[in-house]
């Protein structure tokens, strides 16, 4: 009785570390994929050329303010 109860537990032992040991090959797989999506996109952004700063003379040097009075 007592033999037939520990290899039920440690049956479900088993089964639980092959849970986990799927849930982390896919999440590592997950990571992976999302990484080498990352690299490909900032060599693609990379590969646009060099960026410019904007023309000084498109800035413009007014100022608006807004006053709003609660009474």
Do not use: C, W
Request: hydrophobic share 55%; aromatic share 8%.
């Amino acid at each position: 009785m007592l033999l037939q109860y520990y290899i039920l537990v440690l049956q479900v032992k088993v089964k639980l570390m092959n849970r986990g040991k799927i849930v982390a090959i896919i999440t590592g797989a997950i990571s992976i994929i999302l990484a080498v999506a990352y690299l490909l996109l900032v060599q693609l952004l990379d590969f646009r050329g060099e960026m410019k700063p904007a023309p000084m003379s498109q800035l413009s040097h007014q100022s608006l303010v807004i006053m709003y009075r609660l009474s």
